[in-house]
């Protein structure tokens, strides 16, 4: 039985993690080849360097205006020259450099930052999108988005603060004790150096307790959030099933979850915000009573007590800031690695190196003895093997869970095979490169899923450097023109989300009318039209079949109505082809497909007889 981890286990491992994205971080900081954004931060540490220097020096001129007032100078030159009031107005002039100083320093950083932010959300994005579809079926979309997003807003504030708070402070806290220890005595150091190493103990040490809780907290926002949308994607399914209570209990419990922990965050951070104002009062409140006590005994001035008073300020300022920085630095790591994590998933399906461009000649689709399966322990397809010749249609039809659709998928290689081939003119397609592979084969799928913009930019997605007489003329040879153009906006009507602003067979046109636009040698219908009622149904088979002429074309369908005119019908079961032929010769075999095109066609017999059923039940029901 493995051990089970120990809470010092669970901080080592969150350390490590947090230092494998602070090194993930550094080079967007200090980028190879952009001489820019080195300057940038070169400049912005200096003007923090002057800003330090500034505020460091800045109580002198406190303590001096201060002892002019009370008579109690000891350096008459300084007060002669400048007077009490030439000594303040030094002061304010010193305090708004260091704010100046410190603004400056942010300006120049700023676009450092954004560069970073855009860089990473950009690489990110593309990772995505380069993961294969095991992995996108596996993730929910809602909590795939809410990582992203909390990742990349850590960004520029991780970046910001590496360069601008640790090390920033430990030389604003170096250069005050050194004055401490000099001008005053080694107790005052001894008593600051105390109440500093107290305070980053308790500081860092409740900070990874609450570590924890954050993550459990970021759990059930994530949760929660991907409840939201999957509900909201479901809408239609929600309200046909009246589960508009259960969706709001289902998030109501998960935001009840997120509550639990954000108030476990609220209750530690104020245990956490009392505690350092405990050390940081009790440390101002020891070296205050040093200095005051030196005054009585006329060891020090009066501006002298306000000189500690200001530098003991000075130091809780920062060491607030500590506790703040180190706190966020810690969350954002844990943002931040959950994206990290997201960006270290392997590709499952890459382009091998020196990949070359897939180049058709004809567009022949081989099948050599194809093995493949979702689970290693449950294989789909059993050594397929087929030849789809150039310029041919070829209707794959079979029952459901046959291996029908994953054949379209390891043709577009959102898989690869685990046995066997698949060749395209001859070329494995595991030796070349995908984008050429995907520029080379239009899919028309089951449901086409539209982007909630305009019509045009829809259709034109197909190919977007298409001028607008082509998309014209794509619309009109997928029979959508007419429709679009009787529009009150024509084809700057949006679609809505997923295109639920346009019947089933509007959305099947513009899918139809987008892959005519990208005219792809090689032609893939995934069960193009088995979403469609038999009228609709019927208008789009003859779309279908224009588009095919002259393209390899490969039909996946349920309906065998719609591939009789196939040049070829495969009939898949199991995994494996059992018989092939055209339509007639299939029938004359009288095997499995003949069984069932029986069946199919019983069906279609006898669907007014059990619509005149309904209709008299409903008829009985009324009277």
């Known amino acids: 039985m493995a051990d089970t981890p120990q809470p010092q286990d669970a901080a080592a491992a969150a350390r490590t993690s947090g230092m494998r994205t602070m090194r993930r971080v550094a080079p967007y ?45 000891n350096d008459p030159v300084m007060l002669m020259t400048l007077g009490a009031v030439g000594l303040t107005v030094a002061y304010g002039m010193a305090r708004l450099m260091t704010v100046g100083f410190q603004q400056l320093r942010d300006a120049i950083f700023a676009r450092v930052g954004q560069r970073a932010l855009r860089a990473l959300a950009l690489e990110t994005f593309q990772h995505i999108h380069r993961l ?54 080694i107790w005052y150091l001894a008593a ?13 040490k409740v900070t990874e307790w609450r570590l924890q809780i954050r993550k459990e907290m970021n759990d059930q926002d994530t949760d929660a959030n991907q409840k939201a949308i999957d509900s909201l994607l479901n809408f239609e399914t929600v309200k046909y099933f009246g589960a508009e209570a ?31 104002s405990v050390l940081i009062t009790g440390g101002l409140v020891i070296v205050m009573v040093m200095a005051a006590l030196g005054v009585q005994q006329g060891v020090l ?47 499952e399906v890459a382009d091998r190196e020196n990949a070359s461009d897939l180049k058709v000649v004809g567009g022949e689709v081989q099948l050599d003895g194809m093995v493949f399966g979702y689970e290693a322990a449950r294989p789909i397809l059993k050594g397929v093997s087929l030849t789809v010749e150039a310029g041919r249609t070829v209707a794959i039809v079979g029952p459901s869970g046959s291996g029908k659709s994953t054949i379209g998928r390891l ?81 700057r009507t949006t679609v809505g989300e997923r295109g639920l ?20 040698p090689i032609l893939l219908l995934d069960e193009a039209t088995s979403a469609l009622d038999t009228e609709t149904e019927a208008e789009i088979q003859s779309e279908l079949k224009a588009m095919g002429e002259g393209r390899t074309v490969i039909t996946i369908a349920h309906r065998l109505s719609t591939i009789v005119h196939a040049d070829r019908i495969v009939v898949l079961e199991n995994g494996v082809i059992v018989e092939q032929g055209s339509h007639e010769e299939l029938l004359a075999h009288a095997g499995r497909y003949a069984a069932l095109w029986a069946r199919q066609a019983a069906e279609r017999a006898d669907l007014p007889h059990r619509l005149h059923l309904v209709e008299g039940a409903a008829t009985s029901a009324g009277e």
């Open 29 to 73: 900081l200090w980028p190879p080849g952009l001489g820019w954004v080195k300057r940038r931060v070169v400049f912005a540490m200096l003007a923090l360097f002057v800003s330090k220097l500034v505020a460091v020096g800045t109580p002198f001129f406190y303590k001096a205006a201060v002892d002019a007032l009370a008579g109690d100078g």
């Open 246 to 276: 259960r969706e709001a209990e289902r998030y109501d419990g998960a935001m009840a979850g997120y509550e639990r922990a954000a108030l476990k965050t609220s209750y530690s951070l104020a245990f956490l915000n009392f505690g350092q």
């Open 132 to 185: 294969s579809m095991r992995y996108h079926i596996t993730r929910k979309t809602g909590g795939l988005s809410r990582i992203i997003e909390r990742g990349v807003k850590g960004v520029e504030f991780l970046l910001r603060f590496m360069l601008f708070s640790m090390g920033p402070l430990v030389l604003e806290l170096m250069l005050i004790a050194i004055i401490l220890a000099v001008v005053f005595s």
């Open 192 to 204: 600051v150096t105390a109440t500093i190493a107290l305070y980053i103990w308790f500081t860092f």
């Open 501 to 520: 602003k346009l019947s089933g067979g509007e959305k099947q046109r513009v899918g139809i009318a987008r892959t005519l636009l990208k005219n792809p």
């Open 411 to 491: 043709l577009f290689r959102f898989y690869d095979v685990s046995g066997g081939a698949l060749r395209i003119d001859g070329q494995d397609v595991r030796d070349v490169t995908q984008h050429s592979l995907h520029a080379q084969i239009g899919v028309v799928p089951q449901d086409t899923v539209l982007f909630n913009d305009t019509i045009y930019y829809n259709i034109a997605y197909g190919r977007p450097e298409a001028s607008r007489a082509e998309v014209d003329e794509a619309a009109k040879a997928a029979k959508i023109h007419d429709f679009i153009a009787s529009l009150p906006d024509g084809y």
């Open 301 to 347: 001035t009066v501006g002298d007590f306000v000189m500690v008073n200001a530098y003991m300020i000075q130091i809780t300022m920062p060491l607030n800031f500590l506790g703040t920085v180190y706190r966020e630095i810690r969350q954002s790591l844990v943002d931040m690695g959950e994206m990290f994590d997201l960006l270290d998933q392997p590709a």
